[in-house]
């Protein structure tokens, strides 16, 4: 509760006690320009982060629980064997639906590379089976001996080699979202911590007056904590309000979930960049309170 | 409340001051007089803990400044008022609140004060230029504005370090019958001078002691005074 009173304290202010150090210098500028820059920032590495794991997780879900069985033959194998595998797959516990794409289908995955006349009828172009697993799964390596023996072109390919490295991928981009975004908290300290000295350095006379007539280090330090905190807060509301508009006007994730497409914030991950002011404000306020009470310190 | 024992002070290899003891009792009235550069603005600096004693002890309210720690300090000064020779201000407040500023940084804003700080202002005859930046005052009203400050807290010690220099002879003792009702009131005073003239007029008010630092010493002044 005291502490909670003491940042109620800082929040509302003493308008005297403000006023005894000078508003001026470089100091102010650089401190709202850092702070918006960040908080900027932070929202896209928050976006980013947001986004990866979101990806991680649908990669994760869609491709978990599906898998696909291809099937290369002479064309006029290629029936008997497709119904083959269609019959294993029936009698394989663990498999929940199994279905040989139509050819409209095969053409639209072939589409994107050969254009739409592609004539699927005249090339020899593998059968493919979706298999949806239950949520126990199959035994993989049986089902591929049953598959050998019954239907020997058909190929099962249970996405675990590429969905394996994408998850990962994903997974670790969302990470380097969270130490981006733990970087530029750093930098934001780093930066205010040397904009606080170098507004103590320029006020060593005023300080001295102050401390001359009495004044704590807790209350000099209060003035200057006071003041950055406030411009980090502002600074960061600002870059934050603007890092959202960016990201409001980014293009939308498509159906088809191209992944830059998809970069963003949704549903309730909207509030998330709100905590960037605060945050940039509590950096702040132990940033200029260590960076005061070290200079005060070190001052004769 | 102010005890200085066996004290020394020196600046490289110079000694300034030595083997010097003094009480500031409390309710005392003290004169502090010597020649520029015989170490009085030291004296007085070492009995506000601005500078730290090469050897021997300085006690401020009873505690040892060795050791007190800058909270301790600042809470010290916050019960004594101070004159500094330079008469430093806060160039960007107005007048009125760098007289205020010790009221400020005590936590002290009430009517009360508000009243008093009018007050004061008026006796030290700088009522019209409250709202001046002390960049914009003479050196007189500077020294006066310094004398404000020091004693708008009611302090219990009142260290002035030439408070009348720049100020004219009416002025002066208008600053000096300050000082003599505040003693009256209970208040230790120690005032540091090289105006013999206003030493003189304030023995016909008050009962004061006189001391003369020569050669880094302190001794009672002789009946020249």
Known sequence: ?300 | MIDLAEVAYGYGNTTLLSELTLRLAPGSFHFLTGPSGSGKTTLLKLCYADLTASAGKVSLFGQDTATMTRDQIARARQRMGVVHQDCEFLDHLPLYENVALPLTVAGRSGDDEAGNLEELMGWVGLAARREALPPELSGGERQRAALARAVITDPEVVLADEPTGNVDWEMSLRLLQLLVELNRMGKTILVATHDLALIRAAKTHVSARVLRIAKGRLQLAGSDL
């Open chain 1, 1 to 300: 509760m005291t502490r909670l009173r003491q940042i109620l304290a800082l929040i509302q202010g003493d308008a005297q006690a403000d006023r005894v150090v000078p508003r001026r210098g470089h100091s102010v500028r650089l401190t709202l320009f850092t702070s918006g820059a960040m908080a900027f920032l932070a929202v896209f590495a928050l976006a980013l982060s947001l986004a990866a794991g979101r990806l991680a997780d649908r990669w994760s879900e869609a491709l978990a629980r599906s898998s696909t069985i291809r099937i290369s033959a002479p064309m006029a194998e290629l029936e008997p064997q497709t119904w083959a595998v269609l019959e294993v797959l029936e009698q394989t516990p663990g498999v929940e639906s199994a279905r040989a794409l139509t050819d409209e289908e095969q053409r639209a995955l072939l589409e994107p590379w050969f254009g739409p006349d592609l004539p699927l009828e005249d090339l020899p172009i593998p059968r493919l089976v979706e298999v949806i697993e239950t949520p126990e799964g199959y035994d993989s390596e049986g089902l591929r001996q049953r598959l050998a023996a019954e239907a020997p072109g058909a190929v099962l390919d249970d996405h675990t080699r590429w969905r394996r490295p994408l998850v990962r991928a994903a997974g670790r981009l969302r990470m380097l979202g969270w130490v981006s975004l733990g970087l530029i908290l750093a930098s934001t300290g780093a930066m205010i911590t040397l904009a606080a000295q170098s507004a103590l350095a320029s006020n060593t006379r005023v300080i001295r007056v102050l401390r001359l007539v009495g004044a704590r280090d807790v209350y000099i330090a209060r003035a200057f904590v006071r003041r950055f905190t406030i411009r980090a807060l502002s600074g960061a509301a600002l870059g934050a309000g603007l890092g959202m508009i960016a990201i409001a006007f980014l293009p939308r994730a498509s159906e088809q979930g191209a992944f830059l497409t998809g970069l963003g914030f949704a549903g309730w991950h909207w509030l998330w960049p709100l905590v960037v002011p605060p945050l940039a404000a509590f950096t702040a306020f132990w940033a200029t309170r260590a960076a005061a009470f070290r200079t005060l310190r070190r001052m004769p």
